[in-house]
């Protein structure tokens, strides 16, 4: 159990579109999910936490417009990447937590390329 | 601010022998810490951890030392094989948020 999916694995944009990358809880249902990036050979940075119902706490120095966070169940958040640039490309990667446990179950990530 | 620290950006370690990789952090206030393997291009899945109200952990091959006086941890993979090739995350609970660290790079060479 405690599958995280993500869709898709990656994308190509052209500069100035939005991609929307979404991320499920396939067994289980969470109340938590937590999106991160990653820079080459860099480490996971958190970019924000997501509650079912509620509005997504982002962390200082992430832009809530531009990477809008939609959790809109139990099993489903999404991150909009809006008017993507080049400097968006990066291995964005979410998680998912279960109640009452701290383990975070962590998606296969989605590479996106910014043109 | 980067408060969990792998200083070790690479590792090569030969088949059979023991993997020891470290980690240090600079917050007191983490309480619980993860070990996470990663390969290129797949998001990280969960290896073991432990509670700061121990200092030692085991499954299987591996193995988690915490010494809270140094702000130290490391992680024992014993024997190490082939398919341990990957790179390990070392991360910390605060807040519900996990912290990690850069990651160091195994390969398990024949």
């Known amino acids: 159990g405690a599958v995280v999916s993500q869709h898709p694995s990656r994308v190509i944009c052209k500069s100035g579109t939005s991609v929307k990358i979404e991320c499920r809880s396939l067994?289980?249902?969470?109340?938590?999910m937590f999106w991160y990036r990653q820079f080459p050979k860099q480490s996971l940075m958190l970019m924000a936490t997501s509650n079912e119902g509620s509005k997504a706490t982002y962390e200082q120095g992430v832009e809530k417009d531009k990477f809008l966070i939609n959790h809109a169940s139990l099993t489903l958040s999404t991150l909009t990447v809006t008017s993507a640039h080049p400097e968006d490309s990066s291995f964005y990667i979410c998680?998912?937590?279960?109640?009452?446990?701290?383990?975070?179950?962590f998606g296969p990530g989605t590479r996106l390329t910014v043109l | 601010d980067q408060q969990v620290k792998q200083n070790s950006p690479s590792l090569s370690v030969q088949e059979g022998r023991i993997s020891i990789l470290n980690c240090d952090y600079t917050?007191?206030?983490?309480?619980?810490f993860l070990w996470y393997k990663k390969y290129p291009a797949e998001g990280p899945t969960f290896l073991i951890s432990?509670?700061?109200?121990?200092d030692k952990n085991e499954d299987g091959r591996f193995t988690v030392f915490l010494n809270k006086s140094a702000k130290h941890l490391s992680l024992h993979i014993v024997p190490s094989q082939p398919g341990d090739s990957a790179v390990y995350f070392c991360?910390?609970?605060?807040?519900?948020?996990?912290?990690f660290g850069a990651g160091t790079q195994v390969v398990v060479t024949p």
């Open positions: 917050n007191s206030m983490f309480d619980y």
């Open positions: 432990i509670s700061s109200i121990k």
């Open positions: 067994d289980f249902q969470a109340t938590t």
């Open positions: 998680s998912a937590t279960r109640d009452q446990y701290n383990e975070q179950f």
């Open positions: 991360a910390a609970y605060s807040w519900g948020k996990l912290q």
